[in-house]
Antibody, heavy 124, light 110 residues
Framework: QLQLQESGPGLVKPSETLSLTCSVS??????????WAWIRQPPGKALEWIGS???????YYNPSLKSRLTISVDTSKNHFSLNLTSVTAADTAVYFC????????????????WGQGTLVTVSS | QSALTQPASVSGSPGQSITISCTGT?????????VSWYQKFPGKAPKLIIY???KRPSGVSDRFIGSKSGHTASLTIFGLQAEDETDYYC??????????FGTGTKVTVL
């Protein structure tokens, strides 16, 4: 069964870069009709879609984060990554990675498998 | 890209039915038949309970029913149970690779 696992520092200083990786196991990241996504949830707040990536490298970003965000994929390592620059306390959140699926031939449109999430705190 | 609007809280007694609304725009909920719903317990990953407006993944209770009319999607929970008490989020596809989540609804079982 497909599993996703987030990894990265749990504490990042303000103005620095938040970097996370999502490792995919028991399944290939290079499958057609799948996207891979990052979602976050600040403490006490709602889920927020951060961005998505196709295995070819095509990316789609939340407009509110686009200027600070890079999502990349490494098919040889079967993982994808998130880099968020110039972080502030507002970026403190639990970050989830997820697989995006769709009913073939419909475009991927739902998140069916999630990582357990990782808390990233922005603080000096 | 604004968050979809959900009621902050909905409550009901055991056995009753409740409905959570999710209001979007002509660019998301009203444009595509791609609304999904997630059940979220504290400290846990969200769980998919409805996709493509009305479809239910295998293993999800048939007490959860999705529907949509115009720019508003809805999740109805029939026969409310204590185990249903948690947060629920809708999410709409908004174009290839892009999504918008709802503001979230806390369901309380009285």
């Amino acid at each position: 069964q497909l599993q996703l696992q987030e990894s990265g520092p749990g504490l990042v200083k303000p103005s620095e870069t938040l970097s996370l990786t999502c490792s995919v196991s028991a399944g290939s990241i290079s499958s057609n009709n799948l996207y891979w996504a990052w979602i976050r949830q600040p403490p006490g707040k709602a889920l927020e879609w951060i961005g998505s990536i196709f295995f070819s490298g095509n990316t789609y970003y939340n407009p509110s984060l686009k200027s600070r965000l890079t999502i990349s994929v490494d098919t040889s390592k079967n993982h994808f990554s998130l880099n968020l620059t110039s972080v502030t306390a507002a970026d403190t959140a639990v970050y989830f990675c997820a697989r995006v699926r769709g009913s073939i031939p419909v475009t991927p449109n739902w998140f069916d498998t999630w990582g357990q999430g990782t808390l990233v705190t922005v603080s000096s | 890209q604004s968050a979809l609007t959900q009621p902050a809280s909905v409550s009901g007694s055991p056995g009753q039915s409740i409905t959570i609304s999710c209001t979007g725009t002509s660019s998301d909920v009203g444009k595509y038949n791609f609304v999904s719903w997630y059940q979220k317990f504290p400290g846990k990953a969200p769980k998919l309970i409805i996709y493509e407006d009305i479809k239910r993944p295998s293993g999800v209770s048939d007490r959860f029913i999705g529907s949509k009319s115009g720019h508003t999607a809805s999740l109805t929970i029939f026969g409310l149970q204590a185990e249903d008490e948690t947060d629920y989020y809708c999410c709409s596809f908004a174009g290839i690779g892009t999504f918008v989540f709802g503001t979230g609804t806390k369901v309380t079982v009285l």
